[in-house]
Each structure stands twice: as C-alpha cells, then as structure tokens.
C-alpha cells in the first residue's frame, strides 16, 4: 500500500531556533495535510495542501507542497515552547495515509 | 459544541476478553474512522466507514470489529484475537468520505492489559 514516509522522527532545538519536518511519499499525491498533535492529546488539523508547488502560511509556520506532488514540508520559524508536540503529514487519498511523525521539543 | 466524544478515556482489558470502545459526533459528518497510535508508530487506520451500515478494513484490522448503524456512533471492538492492544485508540470523523476532508478526531482512549 501507499506509504508517506517522514523525517526527522525526533527534533531537540533551543527555543528561537527554527525546525523542519519533511514528508515524502513514492507515488504523488492529491494532497496533503498537516496535524498537530500536543502531548497527551489528539491529533488537530493545521492546513491542507492541494496544488503543485503551493505554499502557505500561518504565522510563524510555513507549508511547501512539492512540484511533484510527492513531497511537503513544514518550517517552524523562531520555534516557541508552545509549538511542542509530534507534527504529522497525510497523503490525500482515500483512506488518509498518514507520517509515523516528527516529535519537536523545544528548550528553553 | 460540536465534537468527537470518546469514551471511555481509560480502559482495561483481562485476557480473553472483549472490550467495546464508544465514539459519537454529533458533527453530522458522514465518514468515520478508528486508528490505533502506539510510541514512534504514527496512525494506523483499523477500520473505516463512509456511509451508515458500510465500512471497510484498514491496514491492521484483524482483531478488531465495527459496526455502523448509526451515523452519529462508529463503536470499536478489541476481540481477544488481538493479542497485543496495549495502544492509544483515536476515532476521527470527515464530512464526507473523500480525500480532502479534514479530518477531526476525539479525545482517545488508552487501553492496557491487566
């Protein structure tokens, strides 16, 4: 089956640095989203990203959908203490294949 | 408000035994959907459904059942062929049944072996 692989798993930074989490998958898709996930909580959705090349952003994150259609990213810039948690990318089809995740913790 | 109510947060299971985990929205949604979250694995879809009185196996759904005869309630059912369901369970629901639905989820439930 389809599989959305993830990188990094784990992301230490000081608080003020910047992070990345990557997302890659092997055939290209409709498109992707992006949750967020505090601990001890449940998953909540962040954006969706449907067209080749398309980026948007939210504050102090930013969202890159790849020309391909097989790639994204998510930039934190400036990473807070409230931006702790796991970050997870889905692949936009029927059902949602989602990232095993890229946990980012933040010290102060 | 509407929402995703799991119930309950906390459960555990003795060996052999079935277990029923509860979730209703009252989002009016059409699809719904159980995963199963253990530490550094992501989510794995067990079952889902698109439409009441339908659903479908996703990629870990032995040991597990579904029923769907409301749209509001999707339950889950840990049989004791699932030998191993220590796991943090999360039900999430979509408008409709289609790949670009956000996807709203519960609080969980975190199930253990006694």
């Known amino acids: 089956g389809q599989q959305v692989m993830q990188i990094p798993q784990y992301q230490h930074v000081q608080e003020g640095e910047d992070f990345t989490t990557y997302c890659n998958s092997s055939?290209?898709?409709?498109?992707i989203q992006w949750y967020k996930q505090r601990p001890g909580g449940h998953p909540v959705f962040l954006i969706q990203?449907?067209?080749?090349?398309e980026v948007k952003k939210q504050k102090r994150l930013t969202f890159q959908f790849g020309e391909a259609k097989k790639n994204s990213s998510l930039h934190i810039t400036a990473t807070q203490t409230t931006d702790v948690g796991t970050y997870f990318c889905?692949?936009?089809?029927?059902?949602?294949?989602f990232g095993k995740g890229t946990r980012l913790s933040v010290i102060a | 408000d509407g929402g995703i109510t799991q119930s309950p947060k906390y459960l555990f299971r003795k060996e052999g035994q079935n277990v029923t985990l509860s979730c209703e929205q009252n989002?009016?949604?059409?699809?719904m959907y159980w995963y199963r979250q253990d530490p550094g694995q992501g989510l794995r879809l067990i079952y889902y459904?698109?439409?009441?009185?339908?659903?479908q196996k996703g990629d870990i759904a032995e040991g597990y059942s579904v029923s769907r005869e409301k749209k509001e309630s999707f339950p889950l059912t840990v049989t004791s062929a699932q030998k191993n369901p220590t796991a943090f369970y999360l039900c999430?629901?979509?408008?409709?049944?289609?790949?670009?639905?956000?996807?709203?989820f519960g609080d969980g439930t975190r199930l253990s072996i006694l």
């Open positions: 459904s698109q439409i009441v009185n339908d659903f």
């Open positions: 989002l009016n949604h059409d699809a």
């Open positions: 999430a629901s979509t408008l409709q049944g289609t790949y670009n639905q956000p996807q709203h």
């Open positions: 889905a692949g936009g089809n029927t059902p949602l294949v």
């Open positions: 055939t290209t898709l409709s498109n």
């Open positions: 990203l449907v067209k080749s090349g």
